[in-house]
């Protein structure tokens, strides 16, 4: 009647497919130890590594546990949450959708796998509604089902796994100052230029025939943003530098991951992802911005 939950970190929007791709990294995640009590209802009894509440209606994960009860429909259930924190909040990096995600995932498990993966994904997206705002699913699709995934709509909600390239590695920066998802959503135009849109849907296309034919070519081509990062660029200290870096050192393209900071760069290979750290290091050591860097298969 006790479990431990990985749920792992996820890098969203992957460039072009804003609110819509989202790939899951080996590391860093959050872990989440969730047992049945006698006590019908929702405890979180501890957080590590992070200042977040305790309150079960303000916390991501109480909020992913209550709608997964309600929908249980068992009045008896309760269940109790300690909660490891080791992605840090407003990263960029899904750290609410990892905890979220876990907390729909580790019930499942406790109650006998009720639910399938997309009801758990609706779960954990309201998790995402209490941390940003908006219920988007490009990180929690990730972290529960694994892999590039793609959310082909949100009403209603139709999610797919997409092919993953063995071969391809992330290689992600994390400038520790703090970028609130709500507040990267808040700044963005809500019209796109037609020319913009264009550009945008034939990348999201080739993206995933990219990674459908392993056309390295193809992906590297695709990873272009024409209309959430030239808004959000001004939020992460030194982006284009980064970039054009990155790029030079082998990384097949990237972008900011999610809502910022945190910055990706894809590349072919885990030899090519360290020399991408090599240079991230190189951008970023003058600043005097602490960062930490992570480099990771996708699965
Ligand atoms: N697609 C979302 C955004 C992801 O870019 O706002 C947030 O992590």
Same mark, same amino acid.
């Given at each position: 009647d006790c479990i431990k939950i990985f749920a792992p970190a996820t890098v969203a929007n992957v460039a072009c497919g804003f609110d819509v791709i989202g790939l899951a990294i080996d590391a860093p995640g959050d872990e989440i130890i969730l047992r049945k009590t006698d006590t019908p209802g929702i405890v979180i009894k501890a957080i590590h590594g992070a200042d977040l509440p305790l309150d079960p209606l303000l916390n991501v994960c109480g909020v992913a546990a209550q709608h $997964?009860?309600?929908k249980l429909d068992q009045p008896d259930a309760?269940?109790?949450?300690?909660? $490891?924190?080791n992605i840090a909040p407003g990263s960029g990096i899904g750290s609410s959708a990892a905890s979220s995600a876990g907390a729909a995932v580790g019930l499942n498990e406790l109650f006998g796998r009720p639910f399938d993966n997309k009801q758990l994904i609706r779960f954990?997206?309201? =998790?995402?509604r209490l941390a940003s705002g908006a219920a988007h699913a490009d990180n929690v699709a990730p972290? +529960?089902? =694994? =892999?590039f995934t793609l959310v082909r709509s949100y009403q209603p909600l139709d999610i797919t796994a997409l092919h993953t390239p063995a071969a391809l590695w992330v290689t *992600?920066? /994390? !400038?520790?100052?703090?970028?609130?998802?709500?507040d990267a959503r808040a700044i963005l135009k809500q019209k796109v230029l037609m020319t913009d849109a264009i550009k945008q849907w034939g990348n999201v296309a080739a993206l995933v025939a990219g990674l459908y034919q392993e056309d390295y &070519?193809?992906?590297?081509?695709?990873?272009?943003? *024409?209309? %959430?990062? !030239?808004?959000?660029?001004?939020?992460? !200290?030194? $982006? /284009?530098?980064?970039?054009?870096?990155?790029?030079?050192? &082998?990384?097949? &393209? &990237?972008? +900011?991951?999610?809502?910022?900071?945190? %910055? $990706?760069?894809l590349s072919r290979g885990e030899i090519?992802?360290?020399?991408v750290r090599d240079v991230m290091n190189e951008v970023?050591?003058?600043? =005097?911005?602490?960062?930490?860097?992570?480099v990771s298969p996708i699965s």
């Open positions: $997964f009860l309600k309760g269940v109790e949450m300690e909660i $490891f924190k954990a997206m309201e =998790g995402e972290a +529960i089902m =694994g =892999g *992600v920066i /994390h !400038p520790q100052i703090e970028v609130k998802t709500s &070519g193809l992906i590297s081509r695709s990873l272009e943003d *024409v209309i %959430v990062e !030239p808004v959000r660029a001004i939020l992460i !200290p030194a $982006f /284009h530098e980064l970039k054009i870096k990155c790029k030079e050192a &082998g990384a097949l &393209g &990237g972008g +900011i991951s999610g809502s910022g900071p945190s %910055v $990706f760069m090519i992802a360290r020399q970023y050591a003058p600043l =005097g911005v602490d960062y930490n860097i992570y």
